[in-house]
């Protein structure tokens, strides 16, 4: 089993940065892809990016990869997600995932293994 735990966030103003950590443990050694992803009050978790083990492979859903930057060292066990220039609406409930398998995907079910989240509250 792997256990994930997500750190680094908080109450911060529009226009600062922030980065999140997400620390491994347990059977490490299984992972392969790990990813974000995020949810607002009241609307579904949204994938941001994902980010394959050697970490020569990334994807982002959507967002302005000129503000957000997925890495990870897995010397460390430790997924990461820089995010500059934040904006209200990046206000959310950011959660890091992982799966024992290559897919690249976007996609909740292919990621067997949660964090329980970390706060960032971007105000204006």
């Known amino acids: 089993q792997v256990h994930l735990v997500e750190s680094g966030g908080g109450l911060v103003q529009a226009g600062n940065s922030l980065r999140l950590s997400c620390a491994a443990s347990g059977r490490t050694s299984s992972l392969h892809d790990m990813a974000w992803f995020r949810q607002a009050p009241g609307t579904e978790r949204r994938p941001i990016a994902v980010?394959?083990?050697?970490?020569?492979?990334?994807l982002y859903a959507g967002v302005d990869k000129d503000r957000f930057t997925i890495s990870r060292d897995n010397a460390k066990s430790t997924l990461y997600l820089q995010i500059n220039n934040l904006k209200p609406e990046d206000t959310a409930r950011y959660f890091c995932?992982?799966?024992?398998?290559?897919?690249?995907?976007?996609?909740?079910?292919?990621?067997?293994?949660w964090g329980q989240g970390t706060q960032v509250t971007v105000s204006s």
């Open positions: 995932a992982g799966s024992d398998y290559y897919s690249l995907s976007f996609q909740i079910n292919a990621y067997r293994f």
């Open positions: 980010i394959s083990y050697s970490g020569s492979d990334t």
